[in-house]
């Protein structure tokens, strides 16, 4: 069974910085982070897939320019780092991973799925 397993979630204050990690137990070629916050859908906020130098990326407009999605395959792990937070960035975090090609923010192309990581930004 494939299990995805999230850390780095915390408190901070606006302006303030967090680097979420997900471990995966397989090789997947595309992955992403999405969030939830309270009575809101889960949004789709990075993706990466490989590609020339540190891969396919692609992020929502409301991270662009804050968020940075990386991996290292060595261990199958991902990561995001989160710059400048605001409190609109609290949210679950979750990461997730599926088979296939690109790097899509469509909540239904992934198949599997951590169990979430709170991130709160306090003002």
């Known amino acids: 069974q494939v299990q995805l397993v999230e850390s780095g979630g915390g408190s901070v204050q606006t302006g303030g910085s967090l680097r979420l990690s997900c471990a995966a137990s397989?090789?997947?070629?595309?992955m992403a982070w999405f969030r939830q916050a309270p009575g809101t859908k889960r949004e789709g906020i990075a993706s990466?897939?490989?590609?020339?130098?540190?891969?396919?990326?692609n992020y929502a407009d409301s991270v662009k320019g804050r968020f940075t999605i990386s991996r290292h395959d060595a261990n199958n792990t991902l990561f995001l780092q989160m710059n400048s937070l605001k409190p609109e960035d609290t949210a679950v975090y979750y990461c997730?991973?599926?088979?296939?090609?690109?790097?899509?923010?469509?909540?239904?192309?992934?198949?599997?799925w951590g169990q979430g990581t709170q991130v709160t930004v306090s003002s």
């Open positions: 997730a991973a599926r088979l296939g090609y690109g790097t899509p923010l469509l909540e239904l192309t992934y198949t599997d």
């Open positions: 397989k090789y997947f070629a595309s």
């Open positions: 990466i897939y490989p590609g020339p130098g540190n891969g396919l990326t």
